[in-house]
């Protein structure tokens, strides 16, 4: 999977390793090889906040295919001090119209500065280029104005409301490939 870069972050592939480190501690570093040379990523204990959940689920799934890599799934890396402020990326695949739901978090410490909206914009920009994708869709939970505000920054209009039992009231957005 490629690397994506923006002014302030790399968007690096979540990997099996961050995973496994994660689910056996709550903060932890590891090298990584980038192109100026071998950087350490420090992983906090807000990191990955709400997907920490889905891990175990991920870890197995990486685990059984023999993949090294979450598909479409990257950590969102600080350049000036290699924290990983979040994470980003496509939930699941594409459906039979092209339509692909996007989903991001970001520690709270990193809140307010602009990375989420630069992080989500560079996805975006990534999965429209790829081809086959003709819309990105995003879920919101109505009370989470400053998410709805990255999705506007990043193209993305409302379009509608929905509801789960895990989330309750959602707002729905769409940002088409033109």
């Not at 592939?13 to 056996?24: A, K, Q, T, V, Y």
């Not at 501690?25 to 906090?44: I, K, N, S």
């Not at 979040?86 to 039979?96: E, I, S, T």
Request: glycine share 16%; net charge negative; charged share 20%.
């Amino acid at each position: 999977m490629p690397l994506l870069n923006t002014p302030r972050l790399r968007l690096l592939p979540l990997s099996r390793e961050m995973i496994e480190h994660r689910l056996e501690r709550a903060e932890f570093t590891l090298d990584d090889q980038g192109p100026g040379g071998e950087r350490t990523l420090h992983f906090g204990p807000e990191w990955p906040g709400d997907a920490l959940a889905m891990f175990p689920a991920l870890l197995r799934e990486l685990t059984t295919s023999g993949r090294a890599e979450a598909s479409l799934t990257f950590v969102a890396v600080r350049r000036g001090d290699g924290e990983v402020i979040g994470q980003l990326g496509a939930k699941g695949g594409r459906d039979a119209a092209g339509d692909l739901e996007i989903g991001y978090g970001f520690t709270p410490a990193s809140w307010g500065q602009g990375y989420a909206a630069e992080a989500v914009g560079a996805l975006c920009d990534s999965l429209l280029a790829t081809g086959g994708v003709h819309r990105l869709t995003a879920q919101t939970a109505t009370g989470n104005v400053a998410s709805g505000r990255v999705l506007e920054k990043t193209g993305f209009v409302r379009v509608g409301t929905g509801w789960t039992a895990d989330d309750g009231d959602l707002l729905l957005w769409a940002r088409g490939a033109g």
